[in-house]
């Protein structure tokens, strides 16, 4: 082992230029794959997986679920009146025509069996998956919601004051551009509405990233100072400050490029 080290050591200083060439390429390269690391702010990754825990996702729900769902509350004691839901379902329609939303559970589309001539039939709680047209018509819609088992505290809340709206979203990189547009969509509402909400797994996930971004840089250079300084006080050289700190830049790089050019990897050759 000695002697594989003092040959390596002294293959480095013969060939000094071509090592440092050699790491400088490796490097940028490394570099290049670490820019693009990104974290994965998916809540449901953190369970673990073992035995006991498959055990309970089997007995009380599923475990990997396909698929990312916003959603949109709407508050308001009053809210069930033709002018206010005919608000909402302007918002709701607004929404699932933005690019990524795939589809929309809504108060108003949601499915329910009706009687049609004697024969059971699905239908939409609101006719037409619409809007109502008049106070009356609201009442009624507030009515069946509440009465079904399956809509309530799904797309209503139990004292039918708020209701909820379900899109899909498609496998989406960068989730910023829908909710900014999902809340540009539902600014004007906040006037007509005692609250107004996003919620659902995407705008907790993009908060965690946005938090996990924002902090690290800062992190990052107050982890450097106090190392440099620290090395400075130590050593008082300039020596001293730009080989530890070099190492440990050129490491850090090797490091995060390996790991994201592994998921590169395993990602594709499984698709």
Known sequence: MKRII????LFAERRAWFVIATVGILTAVFGWFAVRIQADTNISNLVPESRDVQSLTERYGTGNVQGEYLMLLFLDPELFTARKLDL?????????????IQSSITPFNFLMFENRGGRVALGSMSPGGKAPATDSEAVELRKRLLDDPQSRNLVISGDGTAVCAIFPVGPIDDHRPLLNATQRIIEPLKSQLADVRISGMIPVNQALMDSLYRDLPTFLVLALLVILVSYFLSFRTLRSLI???????VGTLWTVGTMTLLAFVSRWSWS
């Not at 909402?88 to 690019?99: F, N, T, W």
């Not at 080989?243 to 830049?249: H, K, M, N, Q, Y």
């Open 6 to 9: 003092y040959r390596s050591v």
């Open 88 to 100: 909402v379902a302007g918002a709701c329609d607004q929404v699932a025509a933005l690019q990524g």
């Open 243 to 249: 080989l530890p700190i070099l190492v440990v830049v």
